[in-house]
């Protein structure tokens, strides 16, 4: 089953976060280039990624992708053309 998420209408629960942390750093989930990741000053402070991220969603580097047990996050066109192949046999 396919399911696209848009993060600005519904952010991650704590469980899908979860999952995805088992294959990705949290560190690796967070836009620092993003605008709200700079104009809010977050490389100035101090903060709980898991929770933040779990009410913030405009920190989240995106895409955001998950394929049976494996994760990927930002443009991996690469690991998509893996995943691809597995359902081809390929």
């Known amino acids: 089953m396919n399911t696209l998420l848009n993060l600005e209408?519904?952010?991650?629960?704590?469980?899908e976060l979860e999952s995805v942390l088992r294959k990705i750093?949290?560190?690796?989930?967070?836009d620092t280039d993003g605008k709200y990741y700079k104009e809010n000053g977050y490389a100035h402070r101090l903060f709980d990624a898991f929770e933040t991220l779990l009410e913030i969603p405009y920190l989240y580097r995106t895409p955001?992708?998950?394929?049976?047990?494996d994760a990927s996050v930002g443009n991996t066109p690469g690991k998509w053309k893996q995943w691809a192949d597995s359902l081809k046999g390929g």
């Open 9 to 15: 209408e519904k952010n991650l629960s704590k469980g």
């Open 25 to 30: 750093n949290i560190e690796d989930l967070i």
């Open 64 to 69: 955001i992708v998950r394929f049976k047990g």
